[in-house]
């Protein structure tokens, strides 16, 4: 059985870990407030230009613009959104698992965040780019982002460029998901946005029901293409990196509260367990000094 | 039949609800939406937008962007949307002066993307002004 002092160094240890993580829960607390707030300000804006898109697909087709052209081919790069900072609990990982099923075991990646970068090179996966951003994520940053793999799709070097992301639901909720970026699919859109089926997958939905309508265009249809594609582009990268942020900080600070509650109760136990034995000593004591006594009478 | 308008920009959704015009500053000019208009898409450019929303007229200054019209809805994207008392000069024209010098320091050649972006913050930033000054 442990002696006393190896249990006050354990008790001691564990108060020091439990301080840490609760500082970090601390500071995840105030950066999930902010992250999750950017986020759902974020979901109307990047939701209404996906309805624009939808309500005008069928005034083109896929010749209108080359971002909306569908290749035969099947190289595919992704663009992975993952945290810098471990400690965040299994978002990562899911990302990851998700990648795997969801994405050509061939495929190129485009990194966001440091970890998933070293387990590309761990899975021996080809990355051709990494990029840093700043937390909380400024518009302005996301579009070399927007722009590189645009032109890696123009220049044919891909014929599908899909983000992987941690979607946001709530502080205990976060999914993994991996959706199609480009080609974009101006007719026929199946498949949903990710923050469409969280926020507001419904009125996408009641959008799907209308009738197809014959849209004007100012000043012509080629100019407002040019100019709103790029644009959904840019703005759906710059959402999936804000929910990616949301869900970091909500999963570091659900991770760092569920060890600073194991660290407390860890030390309720050892502490438990210290009196114990403190007071079995002290009984022990107490029965040698009476024998002794005793044994002098 | 009313005219359901929403105005949405990155940062939050600035109106939503019945109305019984709207004007938007498109690309080509201003263009004035009645219940029951063709369906539209245009490009906005930073301007003013006014609408008449139960018997008061309101108006905001955008940035640009876009709008969507319907026989029923307009849905207006723009990067900002402003208030008249929301629009602070001093802060205003310091972003204007902070704009010309970064696009003056920038390598027009090499980042077209930070040139357009600068001269869309001054395009917008112009438009707050003018209608923050107008009638004065």
Known sequence: MANLRDIRRRIKSVKNTAQITRAMQLVAAAKMKKAQDQALAGREYALRLTEVLFSIRNNFSQESHPLLERREGNRELVLVISTDKGLCGPINTNLARKIRLMTSADADFVTVGRKFRTMAEKMGRNLIADFTVKDPVPFAQTRPIAKFITQQFLDGNYDKVSIAFTSFINTLRQEPEVVTLLPIEGKDKSETRAFEAVGGGFSVEAHRNDPVRDYVFEPNPAEVLKAILPLYVNYEVFQAISEARASEHSARMVAMKAATDNAKKFIKELTLEYNKLRQGAITAELLEITTAMKAME | ?136
Do not use: C, W
């Open chain 2, 1 to 136: 039949m009313p005219l359901l308008l929403d105005i949405v920009t990155p940062e939050k959704k600035i109106f939503s609800g019945p109305v019984e015009n709207v004007y938007l500053p498109g690309v080509d000019g201003e263009l004035g939406i009645l219940p029951s208009h063709i369906g539209l898409v245009t490009a906005l450019q930073p301007g003013v937008l006014r609408y008449l929303h139960s018997g008061v007229t309101e108006t905001l200054a955008i940035g640009s962007g876009f709008a969507e019209v319907t026989d029923t809805k307009v849905v207006v994207l723009t990067d900002s949307a402003l208030g008249e008392a929301e629009i602070d000069e001093d802060t205003v024209e310091a972003a204007i002066q902070r704009a010309k010098e970064k696009l003056a320091s920038v390598d027009h050649s090499l980042d077209a993307e930070e040139v357009a972006y600068l001269q869309g913050v001054i395009a917008k930033s112009t438009a707050a002004l003018l209608f923050k000054r107008r009638g004065q």
